[in-house]
């Protein structure tokens, strides 16, 4: 945290700069470290990230090579700080291939995005860039992948999202329908429950 907070400041408050390499890791550990946590408290899933993911984060201080993180700024009416977790899972040929969950981080003017393939690439372990599909890839000019790193990495990018436009990052398009409601717990179960 305190690492992280000299380089985070300035974004999360609206101002431009360039992230060198080592910036770009300091800060995509420390987006991982906050979606570990988050996730954590969220759920107990299998999915989860897992203990050796965790481990490279904490003691390797960077993200494990099953995460990508991008960057981005949004700007207009927002909320001080938001998170959000959205899952995929991606079909090829009618068969289940892989999952993906999006985790976003938003701080002001800052969005963080990490997102973990599952299962993991077989390059698991190295640094070297691993196949995010096309179509969930965000064009340069909205995001920029920090992890793995760029060059330098100016701040904010060309352009920027306005709220709509970080719901759609956070959820890639998951839609909910505006009736959807919980369900009540001292219901009955419905069938497809059964």
């Given at each position: 945290e305190g690492d992280a907070k000299p380089v985070l400041a300035p974004m999360i408050s609206?101002?431009?700069?360039?992230?060198?390499i080592e910036e770009q890791f300091l800060v995509a550990t420390w987006a991982t470290k906050t979606a570990i946590?988050?996730?954590?408290?969220l759920s107990e899933h299998a999915d989860n990230f897992t203990p050796t993911e965790a481990g490279i984060t904490k003691d390797q201080g960077r993200p494990p090579a099953s995460v990508?993180?991008?960057?981005?700024?949004?700007?207009?009416?927002?909320?001080?700080?938001?998170?959000?977790?959205?899952?995929?899972?991606?079909?090829?040929n009618g068969q289940d291939f892989c999952k993906f969950h999006f985790y976003t981080i938003q701080m002001g003017c800052l969005v963080l995005q990490v997102i973990r393939r599952i299962p993991?690439?077989?390059?698991?372990g190295t640094l070297e860039r691993f196949a995010i599909?096309?179509?969930?890839?965000?064009?340069?000019?909205?995001?920029?992948?920090?992890?793995?790193?760029?060059?330098?990495c100016p701040w904010p990018p060309q352009k920027a999202l306005d709220w709509q436009g970080l719901e759609e990052l956070?959820?890639?398009?998951?839609?909910?329908p505006?009736?959807?409601?919980?369900?009540?717990?001292?219901a009955p179960p419905c069938r497809d429950e059964l």
């Open positions: 609206g101002r431009a700069g360039i992230l060198n946590v988050c996730e954590a408290t990508q993180v991008l960057i981005a700024a949004v700007i207009g009416r927002i909320p001080p700080m938001h998170f959000n977790a959205s899952k995929m899972r991606m079909y090829v993991p690439p077989p390059d698991y599909p096309h179509d969930i890839d965000i064009p340069f000019d909205i995001a920029t992948c920090i992890f793995p790193p760029v060059g330098k956070s959820t890639r398009s998951v839609w909910m505006e009736e959807w409601r919980l369900r009540d717990p001292t």
